[in-house]
């Protein structure tokens, strides 16, 4: 994106935008993963220390989600099960596994209702394919 | 923030903040490689980072240091911004009834995360759980 192009979404009239594909991208400076199923607007809800939901302002669904404290959650995963190295393939992790090892390694930390958020937001994940480069991380 | 701002923040990515401790202003940052890469999917998300964050960080109603999941320098600043932006169109919105507005910024003073979130119904200029989501309020 040139300098002008990003002035124009900036000052430009709002134009609505369609093309949209599901994405998570790994931000180091936060050291935490965004992951978007669509961009609706949404409204933010922490539900513990790994993840904050995304909730969509006009569908009331979620819409993505900010995985957060990634490196420290990846060497405990490994840690505690050096097995979960199956599934980072080529440096590159799958969401829906990442839910999946928060569930399996702090069930007590997860609500009974937050258990449900976690299930919907693996499956959510499963659906979009959602995958994340961590390679800077995993190793 | 002029037009000539602006330009400047999405040049360089450095924005005005109101000291945490202090009563002078400081200087936060934003990777302009990020602004781009947000620019590209949605446009109410790059202009809420280039016109509500700086208000917040401006004008906050609560600072906030020490994440305890996460690391005791990074800083959270709470505010009701003016307005709001549709994430897909960059429409601009009044503000969102009973939700406040959080900026993320790490040790390096990187400005990482902002979102909407709910408010305390008990105190609506803070978010909901901060007394165990920080480690101490500055502001």
Known sequence: MTEAELERVIFGDPVPTTDFRPLATYNPEGDCIEFLVSNESFRAERIDSLVTVYYGRESKEIVGSLIKGVSGFIAETLRRNPGFQIDIEGGRVKLCHLFTAKMWLSPDEIKDRHTIVYKHLRGVAQQANAEVELEAVCV | ?139
Request: hydrophobic share 35%.
């Open chain 2, 1 to 139: 923030m002029s037009d000539g701002a602006v330009k400047q923040f999405l040049r360089d990515g450095r924005l005005q903040a109101l000291h945490p401790t202090e009563g002078d202003r400081c200087t936060f940052h934003v990777d302009p490689s990020e602004i781009q890469r947000i620019a590209k999917i949605s446009p109410g998300r790059a202009r809420e980072l280039t016109f509500v964050v700086p208000s917040v960080l401006l004008k906050p109603t609560a600072v906030f240091r020490g994440l305890p999941d996460r690391d005791e320098k990074w800083l959270c600043y709470v505010g009701f911004p003016d307005r709001a932006y549709d994430y897909r169109s960059g429409q601009q919105l009044p503000p969102y009834d009973g939700e406040i507005f959080l900026v993320y910024i790490n040790a390096r003073l990187c400005v990482y995360n902002w979102r909407w979130e709910t408010a305390d119904p008990i105190d609506v200029n803070l978010p909901c759980e901060h007394k165990s989501r920080y480690g101490k309020r500055l502001r």
